[in-house]
């Protein structure tokens, strides 16, 4: 940690005859951070720290973090911890608050009561609640465009998103709770337009359209414009709708985070590098979406990587996926496999890749196999008398 660094007490060259007062610049750097938090400390409300500290915050971290908030003049302690307390949060959790996010004493109570009532819509059992604030102070303290969050999440409901998903989009992805509604109602509309004439059912629709924003909200950051631009490009590459759609759901919509010219770049690099044909890279493409997400400087690390490792070109080409393991997950995962002596370059590639899950039950597996007696010893041997 930074902060425990810069506070260690840093050394002071002395002179060799006699005991001599330090220099102001070699005074220890924990002096000189003392010395400036009691020269802050003279200059803040202490009204806000006196009250702060009645309610166990540790002012020092605030000082450490965001100690503009002890320095204004009108400030609110009492009255958010009430609120906080009014739902049931005990002593520990508003001091846990108050500490991570300060800025919560300088909000209006009157806008911090609204922004309860807002998220009560969504979570309507107060200890979850206050769970949620506790786990996203920022977030819920966040008090501005109230009325158009209340009027997103009214959509949100509509749309058939379950309260469950919405008070996770309000913790992890409050940005698009500030969106004009009518923006939001505007990128809703073109992914089900693109989606019906992509060949998409209306009876699939709406399963297809809430698991894309529930796997990615940002979609909604976006402008109608820029994801129809994408798909288009895709469709100029020759994938078709079905593909195109199969695309979008793997990649969870990040490909819109993009905008043709990336995705252009990493299509130029893969064909290059493992030198085939615009059909045979879209093929490797549908076997590793990834390949159209990642940028060229990450493809390329990773190509290296493995290259490195005395892995083919030829065995990336078979399985790509392997492409979305970082260059030190690889070089750990090889060295596990040639500890039960697998060399992965004059093999399968299928046993390196996978997620964490997938990889540790396949090299179980080959584990358990090289262990495995090549006789059953209990087993009757056929010896003829």
Not at 12 to 41: E, I, N, V, W
Not at 45 to 70: C, H, M, Q, Y
Not at 117 to 139: A, N, R, T, Y
Not at 171 to 182: G, L, M, R
Request: with cysteine; net charge positive.
């Amino acid at each position: 940690m930074l902060w425990k660094v810069l506070m260690r007490p840093q050394p002071c060259r002395l002179h060799s005859f006699g005991r001599m007062r330090l220099a102001p610049k070699c005074r220890p750097l924990l002096a000189r951070l003392a010395y400036t938090t009691d020269r802050q400390s003279n200059k803040e409300n202490k009204k806000t720290a006196e009250t702060l500290s009645k309610f166990s915050v540790d002012l020092r971290k605030i000082r450490r973090l965001k100690g503009w908030v002890l320095l204004e003049d009108n400030t609110h302690v009492e009255e958010i911890a009430n609120i906080l307390q009014e739902l049931g949060a005990s002593d520990t959790a508003v001091a846990s608050i108050l500490e991570r996010c300060p800025e919560a004493i300088v909000c209006s109570p009157t806008a911090v009561s609204t922004q309860k009532k807002l998220w009560q819509l969504v979570c309507k059992d107060e200890e979850e609640l206050i769970k949620l604030i506790e786990h996203f102070p920022e977030s819920f303290f966040t008090v501005k465009d109230q009325e158009n969050q209340k009027l997103n999440v009214q959509f949100f409901q509509d749309l058939g998103l379950k309260n469950v998903v919405i008070s996770r989009f309000l913790t992890t992805a409050s940005s698009i709770f500030h969106n004009p509604v009518e923006k939001n109602k505007q990128v809703i509309k073109i992914l089900q337009e693109s989606y019906q004439s992509m060949g998409g059912s209306e009876a699939n629709m709406k399963v297809w359209l809430l698991k894309l924003l529930s796997q990615n909200p940002f979609i909604l950051l976006n402008s109608p414009a820029a994801i129809k631009e994408t798909l288009e490009f895709l469709q100029e590459q020759g994938f078709t709708n079905f593909e195109v759609l199969q695309l979008l759901s793997k990649l969870k919509g990040f490909l819109f985070q993009l905008g043709p010219r990336s995705i252009q770049n990493s299509i130029s690099f893969s064909k290059n590098a493992f030198k085939c044909t615009d059909q045979d890279l879209k093929q490797l493409v549908l076997k590793c979406p990834a390949l159209l997400y990642y940028s060229v400087p990450v493809l390329e690390e990773r190509l290296q990587g493995l290259l490195n490792e005395g892995i083919s070109v030829a065995q990336i080409r078979e399985t790509p996926m392997v492409l979305e393991l970082t260059p030190q997950i690889v070089q750990y995962r090889i060295k596990k496999l040639n500890s039960l002596g697998y060399k992965i370059k004059d093999g399968h590639l299928a046993n390196l890749n996978g997620s964490k899950k997938e990889f540790e039950a396949n090299f179980g597996k080959i584990q358990a196999k090289k262990e495995r007696p090549l006789f059953n010893p209990v087993a009757p041997l056929n010896v003829e008398e």
